[in-house]
């Protein structure tokens, strides 16, 4: 089954990486003037994707909906509408606030959910209008939310795809271990740490990115929590780095998120001279 629905919703690429591709350029632009209000969409202050938790309210009003239509009671079922309506507006702020920091298969996927959403928004509308248009009209209005109903279940579904199978803003260090030892680093060959700018080293299978400064050495892992990018090639910025894939900003002093997309803190390491008085070594911070 799983296996039949990612075959079907992979064969839309056609229409939907184009199309995505154009919504992303003009979502970039538009987002690019207000990093806050990204930033509040995005969940940071949260410390989880607000888009995951604010989906979760439509979905359910828009349920009470068909409760209350095949329960008989229309004025309950027309003010659950409107209530489910304006929470989906408010859903999809902090979706297109993801949307615009999503690549690949996942922005093909995202899509295809928001696609699915647009139209189930536009079949409530529809259906609203006819509602409070009139009361002795009540057959197609309540067939045009039904088949609302059916596609934000499917829009549900490939959303739910999006992170669960593709891990879209998902931690990327939801699975690593906060371990105590203290590990070598490898310095790469480099004769030693350089001062005052971004350096990658390697304690174990773990990569470091390094900001040293004198006998201080700032570190962070070196894979953004945000979706992988490589924070050593990005910019250094007053104790902050910043990721060079979508502009997540961490400080270097405990990696705390500063600015989204990410909505997770990034890993932090401890950097000592090495017991054996050759080279260094890290061990993670706790918490
Ligand atoms: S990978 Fe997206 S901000 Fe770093």
């Not at 999809?92 to 922005?107: H, I, V």
């Not at 088949?147 to 939801?174: P, Q």
Request: one cysteine or more; hydrophobic letters at 50%; a neutral charge.
């Amino acid at each position: 089954m799983a296996r039949f629905l990612t075959r079907l919703i992979d064969a839309q690429a056609f229409w939907a990486r184009p199309f995505g591709d154009f919504n992303h350029r003009w979502l970039s632009a538009l987002f690019r003037r207000m990093w806050t209000i990204k930033d509040l969409l995005h969940g940071r202050w949260l410390g989880h994707p607000l888009h995951a938790a604010s989906t979760d309210l439509p979905i359910g009003v828009l349920t009470l909906v068909v409760v209350f239509d095949v329960l008989g009671q229309p004025g309950a079922a027309d003010v659950a509408l409107i209530a489910g309506i304006v929470l989906m507006l408010l859903s999809a702020l902090s979706g297109a606030a993801d949307y615009s920091d999503t690549d690949g298969t996942a922005r093909i996927r995202a899509t295809v959910h928001a696609t699915l959403m647009v139209v189930a928004l536009v079949l409530y509308a529809v259906s609203l209008a006819m509602r409070l248009g009139s009361s002795e009209v009540r057959t197609l209005p309540i067939v045009l939310s039904v088949v609302g109903y059916l596609l934000v279940t499917a829009g549900a579904f490939v959303g739910g795809d999006v992170a669960y199978v593709l891990g879209n803003m998902v931690n990327r260090h939801a699975f690593r271990g906060t371990g105590t030892k203290w590990v070598a680093l490898d310095l790469g060959g480099a004769a030693d740490i350089p001062e005052g700018q971004l350096f990658k080293a390697t304690a174990g299978a773990n990569s470091l990115v390094l900001v040293r400064t004198g006998e201080t050495i700032l570190a962070l892992h070196e894979t953004c929590a945000h979706a992988g990018g490589p924070l050593a090639e990005g910019k250094l910025l007053d104790g902050v780095v910043e990721c060079p894939w979508h502009g997540s900003r961490f400080r270097l002093a405990d990696g705390h998120a500063m600015r989204g997309p990410t909505v997770y803190d990034q890993p932090r390491y401890e950097v000592r001279r090495a017991e054996s008085g050759a080279g260094w070594e890290a061990r993670r911070t706790q918490g």
